[in-house]
């Protein structure tokens, strides 16, 4: 498992780290994806069992089936860092059934576009959660790599305490 470090910015606008972004970094990716999570007990441990349906736009069309498996956070401030298990399905439909039939309907269920992008040696994302949150997510190997970039970019916004993840949950159960 890879160990990931990163800080979630909650933004009103994605559009001024984007046009930075596009002058300064290198953008890799822009994608659509629909997030599953089927087993609810997990997330209330601060555990993710994920499976994410992707469609890449550019720099070409690609469908892919993703599942991921991330550790409960830990936590400095507004940065977080979790083990991450992450591994490519042959077909969607065979995946959510596999997960449907361990777990039932999923426990939630969101779409969200965005940019990958990276800069600095760090990867970052602009995420817009439709009718959610917009925000930006910065994964680097460092605190100090993540906050560098963060102050070049100049990315102004709220940190989310509690995860984009934990923030959708909320917000699409009606208490948050």
Not at 8 to 22: D, M, N, Y
Not at 76 to 88: A, C, I, N, P
């Amino acid at each position: 498992m890879a160990k990931e470090a990163e800080i979630e910015i909650q933004v009103q606008s994605l559009v001024p780290t984007r046009k930075k972004l596009q002058k300064l970094g290198k953008l890799l990716k822009k994608l659509k994806s629909t997030d599953y999570i089927f087993n609810d007990d997990f997330l209330d441990q601060d555990i993710v069992l994920r499976l994410r349906d992707i469609e890449t736009q550019f720099p070409k069309l690609v469908k892919e089936v993703v599942i991921t498996f991330k550790t409960p956070r830990e936590t400095t401030g507004v940065f977080q860092s979790r083990q991450e298990l992450e591994f490519k399905a042959d077909s969607f439909k065979s995946a959510f059934n596999f997960f449907q039939a361990l777990y039932g309907i999923p426990a939630l269920q969101f779409t969200w576009i965005g940019e990958k992008y990276e800069y600095q040696g760090c990867t970052i994302f602009l995420k817009d959660t439709v009718g959610i949150i917009k925000f930006v997510e910065i994964e680097g190997k460092s605190r100090k790599q993540i906050e560098k970039v963060q102050k070049e970019l100049n990315i102004k916004g709220q940190p989310l305490k509690i995860g984009a993840l934990e923030f959708a949950k909320r917000k699409l159960r009606g208490n948050g």
